[in-house]
């Protein structure tokens, strides 16, 4: 008896299929992963609604729906499987010598040729002598010592940031028991061979979620940590200066611990600190619908209105502007010297097609960099609110992600929805390294990083480091 014509069909399409591979399969080797849709393991295989094509087992297989607990194959399960694979791939090119550069011909060598044959200026030569360091950045994992080891081993890391001088880590972390609670790791260990660091103890525990942070210099540079905490129940949300004075054995022997200041603010999606002249000692809450401008002094605010939620802020240092990221996709600019009554305090506007989730001002103030919920980064020219230039491969879909602007070494550093941190050239666009983590893909582990030009303080190398679950790690230029 024969087959049914639709098993029939798919029966010669998969041994058709299964010929194709045994002739393609030495070149598959070396391309990306796999996606999720029938095609992955070969363009020339047809897609069958219904049924997924397995590259290695080179038969197809019926999708089955998702809510049945019977190990069913559907295609969120295919995905999962086919991004574990792609990065135990890449982990594995991460540890071989001979990885691949991200520029064709580019190396040492040629490098070094090309400068003495003046091909390359000394600012050439320095940007590309960073990006062929960045390249070959190698992942060490750093020890972390603590006077309270079991929690080290139990408490993963959710947020990090390093300081102005790069030789403080401020952490927030997850508590096992529920809640989070805060950190500082001194970076001054961060050296060859050992990479060993101090976690200072701190004082303070709250079981709120961190929707925002940055660093104050209320009292000093770096003297503060802000926070933008959401409220739960009948506490209401708040912004929280707290002085790093706080944490033991970071201060000096003597020295009072510093007041903790809390100022009653509802839902704020984001926050920013001033050193601008015209708005000294103040800080900027974004809200839904509203920015918030506070004197940390006085405790006066200035109120501005707006048509969507501010998930992103940063002021600029040299003019009075304070730029702002909407959920609607307009970034805006506020003129610090205007009123909130009047209505002229909108200095720029800009545009992207997705939520904006960070905004980061370049050091002349002439040009910003964005990023959105669909993906794009782009850099802006703010004198002609034209857009420049744009970054390719960055994943995000409704993430809140940062992005990280380090124009020393001309690069850009930014984390996927993906789990992928990647790094760009500054300069053109390039992408430099893609760099997976160590642990599966997963929306509760997106690692998160701080890159600087001198990691544990002014005499210490540029680095990445990269913080996920219980582990802190560091990707070192030397």
Same mark, same amino acid.
Request: net charge positive.
């Given at each position: 008896?024969?087959?049914?014509?639709?098993?029939?069909?798919?029966?010669?399409?998969?041994?058709?299929?299964?010929?194709? +591979?045994?002739?393609?399969?030495?070149?598959?080797?070396?391309?990306?992963?796999?996606?999720?849709?029938?095609?992955?393991?070969?363009?020339?295989?047809?897609?069958?609604?219904?049924?997924?094509?397995?590259?290695?087992?080179?038969?197809?297989?019926?999708?089955?729906?998702? %809510?049945?607990?019977?190990?069913?194959?559907?295609?969120?399960?295919?995905?999962?499987?086919?991004?574990?694979?792609?990065?135990?791939?890449?982990?594995?090119?991460?540890?071989?010598?001979?990885?691949?550069?991200?520029?064709?011909?580019?190396?040492?060598?040629?490098?070094?040729?090309?400068?003495?044959?003046?091909?390359?200026?000394?600012?050439?030569? =320095?940007?590309?002598? %960073?990006?062929?360091?960045?390249? =070959?950045?190698?992942?060490?994992?750093?020890?972390?010592?603590?006077?309270?080891?079991?929690?080290?081993?139990?408490?993963?890391?959710?947020?990090?940031?390093?300081?102005?001088?790069?030789?403080?880590?401020?952490?927030?972390?997850?508590?096992?028991?529920?809640?989070?609670?805060?950190?500082?790791?001194?970076?001054?260990?961060?050296?060859?061979?050992?990479?060993?660091?101090?976690?200072?103890?701190?004082?303070?525990?709250?079981?709120?979620?961190?929707?925002?942070?940055?660093?104050?210099?209320?009292?000093?540079?770096?003297?503060?940590?802000?926070?933008?905490?959401?409220?739960?129940?009948?506490?209401?949300?708040?912004?929280?200066?707290?002085?790093?004075?706080?944490?033991?054995?970071?201060?000096?022997?003597?020295?009072?611990?510093?007041?903790?200041?809390?100022?009653?603010?509802?839902?704020?999606?984001?926050?920013?600190?001033?050193?601008?002249?015209?708005?000294?000692?103040?800080?900027?809450?974004?809200? $839904?619908?509203?920015?918030?401008?506070?004197?940390?002094?006085?405790?006066?605010?200035?109120?501005?209105?707006?048509?969507?939620?501010?998930?992103?802020?940063?002021?600029?240092?040299?003019?009075?502007?304070?730029?702002?990221?909407?959920?609607?996709?307009?970034?805006?600019?506020?003129?610090?010297? =205007?009123?909130?009554?009047?209505?002229?305090?909108?200095?720029?506007?800009?545009?992207?097609? $997705?939520?904006?989730?960070?905004?980061?001002?370049?050091?002349?103030? +002439?040009?910003?960099?964005?990023?959105?919920?669909?993906?794009?980064?782009?850099?802006?020219?703010?004198?002609?609110?034209?857009?420049?230039?744009?970054?390719?491969?960055?994943?995000?879909?409704?993430?809140?992600?940062?992005?990280?602007?380090?124009?020393?070494?001309?690069?850009?550093?930014?984390?996927?929805?993906?789990?992928?941190?990647?790094?760009?050239?500054?300069?053109?666009?390039?992408?430099?390294?893609?760099?997976?983590?160590?642990?599966?893909?997963?929306?509760?582990?997106?690692?998160?990083?701080?890159?600087?030009?001198?990691?544990?303080?002014?005499?210490?190398?540029?680095?990445?480091?990269?913080?996920?679950?219980?582990?802190?790690?560091?990707?070192?230029?030397?």
């Amino acid at each position: 008896m024969g087959l049914p014509k639709g098993l029939d069909q798919m029966r010669h399409l998969r041994n058709d299929a299964g010929a194709q +591979q045994s002739t393609q399969g030495s070149s598959d080797g070396h391309g990306e992963a796999p996606s999720t849709s029938s095609t992955a393991g070969n363009s020339s295989v047809p897609d069958l609604p219904g049924y997924y094509f397995d590259p290695e087992k080179k038969r197809y297989f019926r999708l089955l729906p998702g %809510h049945n607990n019977c190990n069913p194959l559907t295609k969120e399960s295919i995905r999962q499987k086919e991004m574990e694979r792609k990065r135990l791939k890449l982990l594995e090119e991460e540890k071989q010598q001979g990885k691949k550069i991200a520029r064709l011909g580019f190396n040492t060598s040629s490098l070094l040729q090309k400068s003495k044959l003046g091909f390359l200026n000394a600012t050439s030569y =320095c940007r590309l002598a %960073h990006e062929l360091r960045v390249s =070959c950045m190698q992942r060490k994992k750093v020890q972390i010592q603590s006077s309270d080891p079991s929690a080290l081993a139990s408490d993963q890391f959710n947020l990090i940031m390093a300081d102005t001088n790069s030789d403080r880590l401020f952490t927030v972390n997850d508590v096992k028991v529920g809640g989070s609670k805060y950190g500082i790791i001194s970076l001054h260990g961060l050296k060859t061979p050992t990479f060993r660091v101090h976690m200072h103890e701190n004082l303070y525990f709250t079981n709120r979620k961190v929707n925002a942070m940055c660093w104050a210099s209320l009292n000093h540079l770096d003297s503060h940590v802000l926070l933008c905490l959401m409220g739960i129940a009948e506490t209401p949300g708040c912004a929280t200066l707290l002085p790093t004075s706080l944490f033991v054995s970071n201060h000096a022997a003597g020295d009072r611990p510093g007041m903790l200041c809390s100022f009653r603010i509802p839902g704020a999606w984001s926050c920013a600190w001033s050193l601008n002249i015209q708005a000294n000692n103040c800080f900027s809450t974004g809200l $839904s619908r509203r920015v918030l401008v506070t004197s940390v002094v006085t405790g006066h605010r200035q109120s501005f209105g707006t048509s969507s939620d501010v998930l992103t802020q940063q002021f600029a240092v040299t003019a009075p502007l304070l730029f702002n990221g909407c959920r609607s996709g307009e970034i805006f600019a506020i003129d610090l010297r =205007c009123q909130n009554q009047g209505k002229g305090w909108k200095a720029t506007r800009l545009f992207h097609d $997705s939520a904006v989730t960070s905004v980061q001002i370049l050091q002349e103030e +002439q040009c910003l960099m964005a990023s959105d919920m669909a993906g794009t980064i782009k850099l802006w020219d703010l004198r002609t609110t034209k857009c420049i230039r744009q970054y390719a491969g960055h994943v995000n879909e409704y993430a809140h992600l940062p992005l990280h602007v380090h124009e020393e070494e001309g690069i850009l550093v930014a984390v996927g929805q993906d789990c992928y941190t990647r790094i760009w050239s500054l300069h053109d666009g390039q992408l430099l390294r893609t760099i997976p983590s160590p642990y599966p893909t997963s929306k509760a582990d997106i690692p998160s990083v701080a890159f600087s030009s001198r990691l544990g303080g002014s005499q210490g190398a540029p680095g990445l480091l990269m913080a996920v679950r219980q582990d802190l790690y560091c990707f070192s230029y030397s």
